[in-house]
């Protein structure tokens, strides 16, 4: 069974940075797809950015040059730098894993099979 902990959300003002983590255990961090999402209140679930296990990454349009994915595999650990962060990041950031590779490429939340309780992130203008 996978387990994913998220922390590292806050309040921030726009402008300034947060770095989310997200520790998993249970698997293997090498044959995982790992991805961040977002849900802001009354919106879908959306991808920020995903991260395959050589390093590859994909980002969702909103967040390229602002959001960094990346991952330590001998800590098991994925984390989503977040620079320049707007009032409209703000949202319940989740970490999610996912064997296959079309959540991945999509960013899709629905290709996704494990999924952390979320982190809180607010940005105030």
């Known amino acids: 069974q996978v387990q994913l902990v998220e922390s590292g959300g806050g309040s921030v003002q726009a402008g300034g940075s947060l770095r989310l983590s997200c520790v998993a255990s249970g698997y293997s961090a090498m044959s995982y797809y790992m991805g961040w999402f977002r849900q802001a209140p009354g919106k879908e679930r959306e991808g920020v950015a995903t991260?395959?296990?050589?390093?590859?990454?994909r980002y969702a349009d909103s967040v390229k040059g602002r959001f960094i994915i990346s991952q330590d595999n001998a800590k098991n650990t994925l984390y989503l730098q977040m620079n320049m962060l707007k009032p409209e990041d703000s949202a319940m950031y989740y970490c999610?894993?996912?064997?296959?590779?079309?959540?991945?490429?999509?960013?899709?939340?629905?290709?996704?099979?494990?999924w952390g309780q979320g982190t809180q992130v607010t940005v105030s203008s």
């Open positions: 991260i395959s296990s050589d390093g590859s990454t």
């Open positions: 999610a894993a996912d064997l296959g590779l079309r959540g991945f490429y999509l960013l899709s939340p629905r290709d996704f099979t494990y």
